[in-house]
């Protein structure tokens, strides 16, 4: 049997796990591994509330938050959604004090546990980027503080510290086997990947193909960023192959980790998305290729899937983002990633046309009749198991 057919004849039994998940119940099981940004930037959002039924709706159990808001963490008290919570990065000079990283804990975190299920502090955004570094120097400090300060409080067993990363921490990327971090990083790096292994801990990074097919749209072919059919990539040392650009991010990331010593530490995404609008100059940004880029990464979080270089290991994804933000500065697109519009009603058509059945001014996510429930539903896992099909079908031939 050549490896073609061990692969198409593997990828077929795939498919028949896939559905007896789906028709056993067990489905919504496996995708503990998708969760969604709750970004805060805009007017007329919906109320905490509203917002968590508009979770449910999408079957997501995990989000993500930038701050520490009292009135969300409040609302998500016995919710059994998972919240990732942020430190500001304007705060972290403040914590370079043991002491006002007890406070900060003591104050913002403690109350709400364990009703809120808060599972991770994220220490700060991006602090290298191309254009500003000054930040950096205040992440470890306040990640160690932080860390200390759980550990005192008795809540380090529950939740983890981390600081999500851009990839302009890499100097290298492509191929995925190629992946080092910029010598000027490196040393912070080291440090940081140190804390994780030893709290064991992931490694964050904020992933984003669709920056990279915008810069370059005539040499990065649209259906390796959106994950749809495509021949895709070998590398060429490791031999492994890559049908799209996100997997390829992960696993450099995971490369220049084991370049630095660290083999194991786990690479999770923190942000990831595609806007459906933007300005002139931002090709890519439509409606048609947010929902196909978010609709094929849901499918493959639906089908536990892992990158090439650790295909055991399922990859865990936050989409960016819940909400279409009005108050976000930069360009459209910045405006305009969310699944959702601020009145709660879909801003493209995900392909699960009974996903979100009420908008974030209803009471609550309810159908009229337990009949017309049971309509609903079937529809659902009727358009969720095709879709699955026809993901697994693409990777066969």
């Known amino acids: 049997m050549t490896s073609r057919t061990f692969t198409r004849f593997s990828n077929l039994i795939h498919i028949f796990l896939l559905l007896s998940l789906v028709f056993s119940g067990n489905i919504l099981e496996r995708v503990t591994s998708l969760g969604i940004n709750y970004g805060q930037v805009g007017n007329n959002l919906p109320s905490p509330d509203k917002v968590i039924n508009l979770l449910r709706s999408l079957r997501i159990t995990k989000t993500r938050i930038y701050d520490t808001n009292p009135q969300i963490l409040s609302a998500f008290a016995n919710s059994n959604i998972e919240i990732i919570v942020t430190i500001e990065n304007q705060v972290l000079p403040l914590l370079q004090d043991p002491q006002q990283a007890i406070q900060w804990v003591d104050s913002h975190i403690k109350p709400y546990v364990p009703a809120t299920r808060i599972t991770g502090i994220m220490v700060g955004n991006e602090l290298f980027t191309d254009d500003d570094s000054s930040l950096i120097g205040y992440m470890m400090p306040?990640?160690?503080?932080?860390?200390?300060?759980?550990?005192?409080?008795?809540?380090?067993?529950?939740?983890?510290?981390?600081?999500?990363?851009?990839?302009?921490?890499?100097?290298?990327?492509?191929?995925?086997?190629a992946g080092s971090f910029k010598p000027e990083v490196s040393s912070v790096m080291q440090q940081l990947l140190e804390f994780l292994e030893a709290t064991k801990s992931p490694f964050w990074i904020n992933a984003y193909p669709y920056f990279a097919y915008k810069d370059n749209p005539q040499e990065i072919p649209i259906d390796y960023v959106l994950f749809n059919r495509n021949i895709g990539m070998t590398d060429p040392n490791t031999r492994l192959h890559y049908d799209n650009m996100m997997y390829a991010q992960v696993d450099a990331v995971a490369?220049?980790?084991?370049?630095?010593?660290?083999?194991?530490?786990?690479?999770?995404?923190?942000?990831?998305?595609?806007p459906s609008k933007g300005d002139v100059g931002e090709i890519g940004a439509s409606p048609l290729n947010a929902a196909t880029y978010n609709r094929n990464l849901m499918m493959r979080q639906f089908a536990g899937e892992g990158t090439p270089a650790r295909r055991n290991a399922r990859l865990d994804v936050y989409i960016f983002a819940l909400f279409n933000e009005d108050?976000?500065?930069?360009?459209?697109?910045?405006?305009?990633?969310?699944?959702?519009?601020?009145?709660?009603?879909?801003?493209?058509?995900?392909?699960?046309?009974?996903?979100?059945?009420?908008?974030?001014?209803?009471?609550?996510?309810?159908?009229?009749?337990?009949?017309?429930?049971?309509?609903?539903?079937?529809?659902?896992?009727?358009?969720?198991?095709?879709?699955?099909?026809?993901?697994?079908?693409?990777?066969?031939?």
């Open 255 to 274: 490369f220049a980790a084991a370049k630095l010593g660290y083999r194991n530490i786990e690479v999770r995404v923190a942000e990831t998305g595609w």
């Open 142 to 177: 306040a990640m160690i503080n932080i860390h200390k300060a759980l550990v005192q409080l008795g809540l380090d067993r529950y939740i983890q510290v981390s600081s999500p990363s851009s990839l302009a921490v890499l100097g290298e990327s492509y191929p995925p086997s």
């Open 327 to 397: 108050m976000k500065p930069g360009p459209t697109s910045e405006k305009n990633y969310g699944i959702f519009r601020p009145d709660g009603s879909l801003a493209y058509n995900l392909g699960f046309s009974t996903m979100s059945t009420t908008t974030a001014n209803s009471e609550s996510v309810t159908y009229s009749s337990s009949a017309t429930k049971a309509n609903r539903s079937l529809e659902y896992w009727t358009i969720l198991i095709l879709t699955m099909i026809q993901v697994v079908m693409l990777r066969l031939f």
